[in-house]
């Protein structure tokens, strides 16, 4: 059961906050939790900047999702190279 692409009460006992999945806890699990129960979009961020405001690690929260089945896998070589790429912004 979705509302507005939100997680609902029935897959957790914390309840959604402004339109987006609970930012508290391991972001990464949270984050899988999340799409889990149904949520369309969450919210992440290159090499872990900004995860202290509730975003997940975008190159965990990728590899995760593609061994979970969620998404198709990316290969370690492409996760890599954009490790790459944005530490050098």
Request: aromatic letters at 2%; proline letters at 9%.
């Amino acid at each position: 059961m979705r509302s507005r692409g939100i997680a609902t009460p029935r897959c957790s006992s914390v309840p959604p906050r402004r339109g987006r999945a609970p930012c508290h806890g391991p972001r990464t699990a949270v984050a899988l939790w999340a799409v889990a129960c149904g949520v369309e979009r969450v919210h992440a961020t290159a090499l872990g900047v900004g995860e202290r405001v509730g975003n997940s690690c975008l190159e965990l929260l990728i590899d995760n999702l593609g061994r979970l089945g969620a998404r198709p896998p990316v290969p370690r070589e492409r996760l890599a190279a954009y490790c790459a790429a944005a530490s050098r912004c």
